[in-house]
């Protein structure tokens, strides 16, 4: 378990969420691929804390981990009622045919 | 040694779960493999040393996010022909991009000499996290409880905005 290889980890996440949200037309599953850059982002955060030289504040990217939860959490309820707006609006979710405002 | 063996099992479980995520065709599976994937990242967490964080990712992210996104998915997309829910669009320019930023950044990732220490500590961080987020994270602390709040009333106003129409 070396900073390195947990690094590659998190790129790995970040990678495969990018590839998600680019080859999906689903907006579920672009939601889906954001939440796993949100981990990358996160696991990233713990384990610089992890492996931080520093003598003081040692929790700090724990915290921000807390935050970068937080807020993904947030994004993704907010992004599930647009999803189910729209789903009673149009009757699909499919990213690439919503293509009219206040239809 | 144990440690090495569980951070290889929680490494397959997630990177593993998340390659099904990303190629499944089916967004119902592709959802509950996301639910292993974010339980992969939470045992990640307990070997880093974040026993509060990795409980918050089993509840939050793993108990909540997951399921959050289950009903979305079953909600929102025809039941009749799951097994063709999610098909790949531009499947192979979105791999090579993604492989390429993927060797990109992990050249950039080896290459750089990252200050670290090896000696770890394995402490309670609870209380820690809690003192920290009343003293020096005070403001970011209270600015996320208003954007929960905002989040939630967000919601429920975009849910029955599609319901009046």
Redesign the interface.
Known sequence: ?T???????S??????????F????????I???I??IM?AA??NF????????ARN????G??F???I??????????A??????????YNH?QADRLNQLEG | MVQDIFYGLFVFLTLGTALYVTLGQNLIRAAFALFFTLTGVAGLYVLLGGDFISMIQLMVYAGGVAVLLTFGAMLTHDVEDPNDSNPLFNGFLAFVSGISFFSLIYYVLVETKWPEKSATFIEPTTGTIGKLLLTDYLLPFEVISFLLLIAMVGAVFFVEKGDRT
């Not at chain 1, 900073?3 to 980890?9: D, G, I, P, R, T």
């Not at chain 1, 504040?57 to 700090?60: E, G, H």
Request: no cysteine.
């Open positions: 378990m900073l390195h290889s947990l690094l590659a980890v790129t790995a996440l970040f990678a495969l969420g990018t590839v998600m680019l080859s999906r037309k689903n907006s579920i599953a939601l889906m691929g939440e796993l981990n996160a696991l713990v384990a610089f804390g992890y492996f931080s030289p504040n040692l929790l700090d724990q915290v981990a807390l935050f939860i937080m807020v993904a959490v947030a994004e993704a309820v907010v599930l009622g647009i999803a189910i707006a729209v789903y009673k609006e979710v």
